[in-house]
Structure formats: structure tokens, C-alpha cells
Nanobody
Framework: HVELAESGGGLVQDGGSLRLTCTASGRIYSTYAMAWFRQAPGKDREFVATLIWSGSKTYYAEAVKGRFTISGDNAQNTVYLQMNNVKPEDTGVYFC??????????????????WGQGTQVTVSS
């Protein structure tokens, strides 16, 4: 059983930066992808970014491209989301997720087998 634990959320001002961390309870193998999704109040959960653990290929939602960076630390079984130039519309609960490559559609929630509990990010204007 894999557990994912997010941390690093909080209150940040418009234009500021924040780094989210997701730590997996076990090793993240090269046959998996790690991702971040978010859910704003009253809205559906949406894709933010995905990292292919082998090869480090990344995918981003258009809304965050150029501002957010997903990265991983293999030795620490940890994935990060560096959020720069944040905007009020980035407010929401951010979730970490893990998916096997053989069923991966990066933007589809159902691809991901494991999810964390989420961490709240609030951007004030």
C-alpha cells in the first residue's frame, strides 16, 4: 500500500512563490508517473503537472505553464511543485497522485491509482 503525503501549502500573496512537497511511503519506480492536481472551491479537480519518473519528462496544464515546475528526488521518494508568480486563481487544494505508465493519460484522474490527502494553497490579491 502506497501513501502519499503533501506539505508546503499555505497563504501566499499574488505574485509570490510557494513550494509543495509530496513524499511517498515507498520507492517510486521508473514505471510510474507522479502528478499534481488541484481543486478550487466549487470546482472539479483539475490537472496541474505530471513528471515521468524515468527520463524526467514533464507535462503542464496551460494555466500554469511557465510559472510552475514539477521535479523529483529519487533518493527521497519525493516530488515537488515549485509555484512562482502565483495568482488568486491558483487557490485550491493541491493533491499529489501516482500512476503506472501503462495506463497513463496525464490529464485524466482515473489514470492515477494513489492520491494524497491534499494541501491547501490560498493566494491573496
Amino acid at each position: 500500500h502506497v501513501e502519499l503525503a503533501e506539505s508546503g501549502g499555505g497563504l501566499v500573496q499574488d505574485g509570490g512563490s510557494l513550494r509543495l512537497t509530496c513524499t511517498a511511503s515507498g520507492r517510486i519506480y521508473s514505471t510510474y508517473a507522479m502528478a499534481w492536481f488541484r481543486q478550487a472551491p466549487g470546482k472539479d479537480r483539475e490537472f496541474v503537472a505530471t513528471l515521468i519518473w524515468s527520463g524526467s519528462k514533464t507535462y503542464y496544464a496551460e494555466a500554469v505553464k511557465g510559472r510552475f515546475t514539477i521535479s523529483g528526488d529519487n533518493a527521497q521518494n519525493t516530488v515537488y511543485l515549485q509555484m512562482n508568480n502565483v495568482k488568486p486563481e491558483d487557490t485550491g487544494v493541491y493533491f499529489c497522485a501516482k500512476a503506472p505508465l501503462w495506463q497513463l493519460n496525464v490529464e485524466r484522474e482515473s489514470s492515477y491509482e494513489y492520491w494524497g490527502q491534499g494541501t491547501q494553497v490560498t493566494v491573496s490579491s
